[in-house]
């Protein structure tokens, strides 16, 4: 009896320790840009300046990079916007540089470069994709963002008793896998020549890291907690087939934000081969989408 007893307790301290991340923490590192890394020139930032008093910073996703704001960039250009499209460092180059960093690394580059952006712009809006969705949200609930459009934002990963929201079983264990091994098949994707819709051309990493997958979900709780203090104009935007970030996520947006907000729904045909995601990507329904996009801004000078 005794026996059972300490072996279930092992058990129960292990799932709260790689399941509920107890006692896990994290301190920022300075991160330093080299684009001469980069595995493929179109991963690089995306850098458009015309002499415009207004700016647009656009945050890519995990793990990829900036290519997928190429059409979203000649949009905002041709609206007169200075574009802004960085590559986190570490992103879209050596996967072994990678492993050694996370997310409050990630977000506080972004935040040192977003607030750049405000001292040199009268008005500086923002569009985050997937983790820069939740990056976004971050920004919004710390400063007063001008306006700012998520797509397929995450706020929660795995929340199975509060919201019935299972992204992945594995991630469970992401933790405790990270003990053994920082990255399991990882690799670099410069195409996918079985997609079609554009995301063919998606590039960033392949394979699964268990550290930054735990260290995203860790962030997400805080963001989600903080959901009640934005109060910038947010416009969310997520597919109802969403592969990659389950569509349950924008109804806690629109339960937990106390903003003005406009939530937009696509559902998007079978017939198309990506995870329904990356929405801005996908040529069958980017030009909608930045159409909207540029309204609510446009709506929030």
């Keep these: 009896m005794v026996i059972f007893i300490a072996i279930l307790s092992i058990l129960i301290l292990i799932y709260l320790w790689s399941s509920c991340l107890l006692f896990y923490r994290e301190k920022r590192k300075p991160l330093v840009s080299d684009e001469s890394k980069?595995?493929?020139?179109?991963?690089?930032?995306?850098?458009?300046?015309?002499?415009?008093?207004?700016?647009?910073?656009?945050?890519?996703?995990?793990?990829?990079?900036p290519a997928m704001y190429r059409y979203a960039s000649e949009c905002m250009k041709e609206e007169g916007y200075d574009v802004f499209a960085p590559l986190i460092p570490s992103?879209?180059?050596?996967?072994?540089?990678?492993?050694?960093?996370d997310f409050s690394s990630w977000y506080g580059w972004i935040e040192d470069y977003y607030l750049r952006l405000c001292s040199e712009y009268s008005s500086v809006?923002?569009?985050g994709i997937s983790m820069g969705g939740a990056m976004t949200l971050r920004l919004a609930e710390t400063h007063?963002?001008?306006?700012a459009a998520v797509i397929g934002a995450p706020?929660?990963?795995n929340s199975l008793f509060r919201d019935h929201i299972v992204t992945s079983w594995p991630a469970y264990l992401l933790r405790i896998i990270g003990v053994f091994t920082p990255a399991i098949k990882p690799g670099i994707v410069r195409e996918r020549p079985g997609a079609n819709d554009g995301n063919e051309d998606w590039k960033g990493y392949s394979g699964t890291f268990p550290r930054q997958g735990a260290s995203l979900v860790w962030n997400l709780r805080a963001i989600r907690?903080?959901?009640?203090?934005?109060?910038?104009?947010?416009?969310?935007?997520?597919?109802?087939?969403?592969?990659?970030v389950p569509f349950a996520n924008q109804g806690i947006l629109k339960r937990e934000m106390d903003t003005e907000a406009v939530f937009i729904e696509t559902e998007m045909d079978s017939s198309c081969r990506h995870s329904h995601h990356a929405l801005l990507m996908y040529r069958s329904v980017q030009s909608e989408l930045m159409d909207r996009i540029i309204s609510f801004f446009a709506a929030h000078p």
Excluded: N
């Design 38 to 65: 980069c595995f493929d020139q179109a991963c690089r930032s995306i850098v458009i300046r015309q002499g415009s008093d207004k700016a647009v910073l656009m945050v890519h996703g995990f793990p990829t990079t």
């Design 91 to 101: 992103f879209g180059a050596d996967w072994h540089d990678f492993v050694e960093t």
């Design 125 to 127: 809006c923002v569009i």
């Design 144 to 147: 007063r963002v001008k306006a």
């Design 155 to 157: 706020v929660v990963y």
């Design 225 to 244: 907690r903080d959901l009640p203090l934005i109060d910038s104009p947010i416009l969310s935007i997520h597919d109802r087939g969403d592969r990659t």
